[in-house]
């Protein structure tokens, strides 16, 4: 008992993911894809944030005389068929994908974190409820729950948010409880259990920060996945409304214009491609610096 | 020896005796039908309570442009609306069970009918894809391992991070430009069906399948790679080496066969990466298929035909998910205890 009290006065759980966290910052770091990633979705976040300060035009103001104009010295990425400059819509876009994003993964976390943490600590009875719902979800699939969700709800941004953050939920409920029934035997657990602390302490206080680098590569790649589920269900009319600017409803203005207009389809695709593959490399790479197998190599 | 440990085709190479076997797999099905039970019914639950997110009163959107209180009140005593939800959802389960989904409020067609009549489009599109993806997915899976490190590794990884970052509906519209629009080779559009004209088909479902197919191949290439990394440090892999076999044999018997399983059964659980795939594909190239039906039903609100369509996804997913658990467990001594 003495034994264990002065083991976790030596190593305060906190401490452990600090170095953790430092130790795979380190190496995310010395991975070139990585770092190329966090630079690009920096670049991204920096447009949707100053996105009135460097845009010229209006995204939404429409000009007749500028309709569907090639890329020009004034309209580096042309203009779309009402006439709107589609460098300054494709930098407004990047508000919409990125916050759907973000937003969506907030909630699946939210909602999944505490259900994956109540069943892989308390286990029993809650633990096959919490699995069975978890299951349940994960059967239907992923982009069809959530144009079902969204069409139930009502087309809207936010709509969409709800439906893939309540869509991508399961994920992040059953892999909290992976990660808790692995990390719940270890001694530092079993030593907070051991001098009294109260259960929610140990889940909040031991526990989650422990996990939290498996739920912050999960984060990163599920943002990546809900951004462009944002973009599909923007492009097939369940996200953000005309005429509010998405890389997905510019794609689906595109499509009528193919022909004549070609120009309309590259930019907003290439930039959902280019921010996805961002997060999936930060993803990649954050997996890689803290898979514990490569710690040796460090 | 090793080979027999890590490896496993035919339950009886393994010194397993056949009704041991048999008993084990059918202890398995029972167990994994059971925890069906629960899951199944969650499922219902869920699909059901999508009704409810509706705002407003779902007999009024039911009855759309009609207003006669009249008929109005007829709707909501013929859906069991004026029921409570309890009860509403033991009707619904009752008619599901009896092959009765519902009836498609537009067109006035029962849902089930509407569903298997344009299943085997998707079907079609869907083994395309597949096929495809197999073939990409694993080649360059196999490549990749085998030429570790080198530039045809980094070409294969390349490919698989492009498939998994790529909108399908961005791809499926550049395809269109550069095949229809500017080459002119394929149809940018629209479905003939295989019974009409075999070729004619196939030119008008060729494009969205590769769409399709894409990104599965590109999971299935991380898959492949990962196994055969695992499979080609393995001891009978050493020995087979060590026996002077050739290194064609060495990898396509020894290795690819053993590697592959897993990953197969890996594959059938990217049916629902086909399928919410399906609902894009079909969009953009106008294909008339399940995908097409589900988009069709949200602009129109037959959400009967929704719920209908994620009620079968659903199903169709928790069997195939079924199948290849047993699938693994068949191949997979290991895991049979």
């Known amino acids: 008992m003495a034994d264990i009290t002065v083991n976790t006065k030596l190593i305060p759980a906190k401490d452990v993911p600090e170095t953790l966290l430092r130790r795979a910052m380190r190496r995310l770091f010395r991975r070139k894809s990585a770092v190329l990633g966090l630079a690009i979705v920096a670049f991204f976040i920096a447009l949707a944030i100053f996105a009135p300060l460097l845009s010229p035009y209006d995204p939404i103001a429409q000009s007749w005389t500028l309709v569907r104009q090639p890329s020009s010295a004034s309209h580096w990425f042309g203009t779309d068929d009402l006439g709107r400059d589609i460098l300054v819509r494709v930098i407004y876009g990047a508000r919409a994908s990125l916050l759907a ?41 992923f982009l069809i729950l959530a144009i079902a969700l969204a069409a139930f709800l009502g087309p809207s941004l936010g709509n969409a948010m709800i439906a893939i953050g309540v869509t991508a939920t399961p994920i992040f409920v059953r892999l909290t409880r992976g990660q808790v029934l692995a990390v719940k035997m270890e001694d530092y657990v079993e030593a907070a259990r051991a001098v009294g602390n109260p259960r929610w302490r140990i889940v909040f206080v031991h526990i989650l920060p422990n996990i939290m680098p498996a739920l912050l590569v999960q984060a990163t790649l599920s943002i990546a996945a809900a951004i462009i589920a944002e973009a599909a269900l923007s492009f097939l009319g369940l996200g953000q409304q005309p005429p509010e600017p998405s890389w997905g409803s510019m794609l689906n203005s595109a499509q009528r214009f193919l022909v004549n207009a070609p120009w309309m389809a590259v930019w907003p695709g290439l930039a959902i491609f280019v921010t996805v593959l961002s997060f999936n490399l930060v993803g990649d790479g954050l997996r890689d610096a803290l898979d514990p197998r490569e710690v040796g190599r460090s | 020896m090793a080979s027999c440990a890590s490896s496993g085709f035919r339950s009886s190479e393994r010194g397993y005796p056949v ?61 069991h609306l004026d029921r409570p939800i309890p009860v509403q959802y033991l009707y619904w389960v009752k008619g599901v069970l009896s092959g009765n989904l519902g009836e498609s409020m537009r067109i006035h067609v029962p849902v089930l009918d509407l569903i298997l009549q344009k299943l085997p489009v998707t079907i079609q599109l869907g083994s395309m894809a597949i096929v495809i993806a197999l073939v990409i997915g694993i080649s360059a899976g196999i490549i990749s391992a085998i030429k570790k490190n080198t530039i045809w590794d980094y070409a294969a990884n390349a490919f698989a991070l492009w498939g998994i970052s790529t909108p399908n509906f961005w791809l499926g519209i550049m395809l269109i430009f550069l095949f229809s629009v500017k080459l002119g080779w394929l149809p940018a559009s629209g479905y003939v069906p295989l019974t009409e004209d ?15 197919g894409n990104g599965i191949a590109a999971i299935l290439m991380r898959h492949t790679r990962s196994a055969m990394l695992q499979v080609l440090e393995s001891d009978y892999v050493r020995t087979a080496r060590a026996k002077g076999l050739y290194e064609r044999t060495v990898i396509l018997k020894h290795a690819m066969r053993n590697a592959l399983t897993p990953v197969i059964t890996l594959g059938a659980l990217e049916f629902g990466t086909l399928l919410s795939g ?27 035909v929704v719920q209908g369509v994620v009620l079968v996804t659903a199903t169709v997913y928790i069997v195939l998910n079924l199948l290849a658990d047993i699938a693994y467990v068949l191949v997979n001594p290991r895991l049979r205890t």
């Open chain 1, 101 to 141: 994003g973000i937003i969506s993964v907030g909630i699946a976390l939210s909602i999944g974190v505490p259900l994956g943490l109540a069943a892989g600590y308390l286990g029993g009875f809650l633990d096959s409820l919490i699995g069975r719902m978890t299951d349940a979800m994960l059967a239907c699939p």
């Open chain 2, 19 to 79: 009704g041991e076997t048999a008993s084990a797999m059918l202890n398995l099905l029972g167990k994994r039908l059971l925890q069906l039970i629960p899951t199944l019914f969650f499922v219902s639950v869920i699909i059901f309570s999508l009704q409810q997110l509706l705002p407003g009163d779902p007999a009024l959107i039911m009855a759309g442009e009609e207003r006669d209180p009249a008929v109005i009140e007829q709707i909501r005593h013929q859906y």
């Open chain 2, 198 to 212: 075999w070729r004619a088909s196939l030119a008008s479902t060729i494009m969205p399948a590769f769409v399709l």
């Open chain 2, 278 to 304: 399906a609902v894009l594909t079909e969009q953009i190239f106008t294909i008339p298929g399940f995908g097409k039906l589900i988009i069709d039903a949200v602009f129109n609100r037959d959400y009967a």
